[in-house]
C-alpha cells in the first residue's frame, strides 16, 4: 500500500469514527423529561372510573418510555388520589403544583371535583386536561383548562333522538342525582333534549350521592307508567337504581337511558342481568375500527386481564395528547408555552379518534349510543 493511499484510507476510517461517534452521542442524548401530575379518584364514590383512567393513562406512559425517549421525550407521572372529594382535589392539586412542580395536570375525575380544583391550577397558569369532566362550564373557568371528555351536553341530545327513533318514546320519568355537578348537568341536559324532542316528563325524582335505597322514588315512577327511565347518576347509585327498579316491576320492556355515569363496566358488574338493555350516551366504544384503537384495546387487554373502558380510553388519550403538545412546546417544564401548544393541537390521531380542542378547549367528536347485550357494552346507534 502505497504512503498516500494509506494516509487517505485512515482519514476515510477517522472520519467514519468520527461520524458514527457523533450519530451516537445523538442518538443517546438523554430525552427530557416531562413531569406530569394525575389527579384521580382511587376512593370513593367515583373510585370505578379512577382505576381504568390510572390503568390507561400507565398504559400510554409506558409505551412513550420504552420507546427510549424516542420523542425526545420521558414521562414522569405523579399520581395522586382525590379521592372522589372536591377539598381532598384542591389538597392534591396544591400539592402537584406547587411541591412536585408538575407541568401539567391530568384530572380530576369528577366534575364535581374540577369546578373547585381547576380554578387553584388556573391560578398557578398551569394547565389541566380533564378526561372525564362532562359537566357544563368547567373549561370557562379559565384558559388553561382543557379536556378531551364530551360534554353530556354534547352527547345526550344524540342519545336521546336514536333511542326516540327506535322506540318511539312519548312519556318518561327523570331521576338525578341533586348534590353533584355532573349529576345535575345530565339532568339539565337530558330535561333540555327531552324538551327539544317534545317527550312528555311525567316525574322528576331525586337522591343524593351514598343513598342505597331507592324504592320510594321507583315505586312512584312505576305507579306513572313511564316509556323509559331517564337517569342521570354515577355507577354506584346508577346500579343500585337499576337493579331496585327492575326488583320493583318496572318492566324489561321500559329501557332504563343513562348519562356518562353509566359508562363503567361495574355497572354490569354490580347490576348483573337487570344491566341487560341499558342505554347510555358514550364518548368512545371498544369496537371501533380505528387502527389505533385496536391496538389499544389489545395492549390494554394484554397488561390489565380485562378489556379497557371509555374512561380508560380518555386517558390514554389525554396522555398522547399532552406528548403531542409538549414536542412543540420545545420545554417540558414551561407551562405558558404548553397551554399555547395545547390550543393548536390539530386532526391528532387518537383512540378517540381525529382529536382537536374546539376554541373553549373542549373536545369536538362524534358520541355514539350504547347498549348491554349479553354483559357488554354494544354500539346501539350513532
Ligand atoms: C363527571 C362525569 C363522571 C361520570 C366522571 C367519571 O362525567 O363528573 O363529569
Not at 412542580?101 to 380530576?108: A, D, E, F, L, S
Not at 333511542?163 to 345535575?184: P, Q, S
Request: net charge neutral.
Amino acid at each position: 500500500m502505497s504512503g498516500e493511499n494509506h494516509v487517505k484510507k485512515t482519514a476515510v476510517f477517522l472520519a467514519l469514527i468520527l461520524g458514527l461517534t457523533g450519530m451516537c452521542s445523538r442518538a443517546s442524548a438523554s430525552p427530557k423529561v416531562a413531569k406530569i401530575g394525575f389527579a384521580l379518584s382511587m376512593t370513593g364514590a367515583a373510585a370505578a372510573y379512577g382505576e381504568t383512567q390510572k390503568n390507561g393513562s400507565r398504559l400510554a406512559i409506558d409505551e412513550i418510555n420504552a420507546r427510549a425517549g424516542q420523542e425526545g421525550i420521558k414521562i414522569t407521572p405523579v399520581f395522586e388520589d382525590d379521592a372522589s372529594q372536591p377539598q381532598q382535589g384542591v389538597n392534591v392539586f396544591n400539592r402537584l403544583l406547587f411541591a412536585d412542580k408538575v407541568v401539567i395536570i391530568i384530572g380530576p375525575t369528577l366534575s364535581n371535583t374540577a369546578q373547585v380544583a381547576d380554578r387553584i391550577a388556573q391560578g398557578a397558569g398551569a394547565p389541566v386536561l380533564g378526561i372525564s369532566n362532562t359537566a357544563k362550564g368547567i373549561t370557562d373557568i379559565g384558559d388553561y383548562i382543557f379536556r378531551d371528555s364530551l360534554t353530556e351536553m354534547q352527547v345526550i341530545p344524540n342519545t336521546i333522538r336514536v333511542v326516540e327513533k327506535r322506540f318511539g318514546i312519548k312519556k318518561v320519568a327523570l331521576l338525578y342525582g341533586n348534590d353533584d355537578a355532573f349529576t345535575k348537568g345530565g339532568y339539565d341536559a337530558f330535561k333540555k333534549a327531552l324538551g327539544d324532542s317534545h317527550i312528555q316528563i311525567l316525574t322528576e325524582q331525586s337522591f343524593a350521592k351514598g343513598d342505597r335505597d331507592f324504592s320510594a322514588q321507583l315505586t312512584e315512577i312505576r305507579s306513572l307508567q313511564p316509556d323509559a327511565l331517564v337517569v342521570s347518576a354515577l355507577v354506584e347509585e346508577a346500579s343500585g337504581i337499576v337493579s331496585q327498579a327492575r326488583q320493583l316491576g318496572i318492566p324489561a320492556s321500559v329501557p332504563i337511558i343513562g348519562g356518562n355515569g353509566f359508562n363503567s363496566p361495574s355497572l354490569i358488574k354490580n347490576a348483573g342481568k337487570a344491566s341487560e338493555n341499558v342505554i347510555v350516551g358514550a364518548a368512545w366504544n371498544e369496537s371501533s375500527s380505528n387502527p389505533l384503537n385496536q391496538g389499544f384495546v389489545r395492549a390494554y387487554t394484554a397488561k390489565f386481564g380485562a378489556p379497557p373502558d371509555q374512561f380508560a380510553a380518555q386517558a390514554y388519550a389525554a396522555v398522547y395528547i399532552v406528548l403531542d403538545a409538549l414536542k412543540r412546546a420545545g420545554s417540558t417544564d414551561n407551562r405558558k408555552a404548553l397551554r399555547e401548544a395545547l390550543t393548536r393541537v390539530g386532526g391528532l390521531d387518537t383512540v378517540l379518534g381525529k382529536f382537536s380542542f374546539t376554541k373553549g378547549r373542549d373536545a369536538d367528536y362524534a358520541p355514539v349510543v350504547e347498549t348491554v347485550k349479553d354483559g357488554a357494552f354494544t354500539v346501539f346507534g350513532q
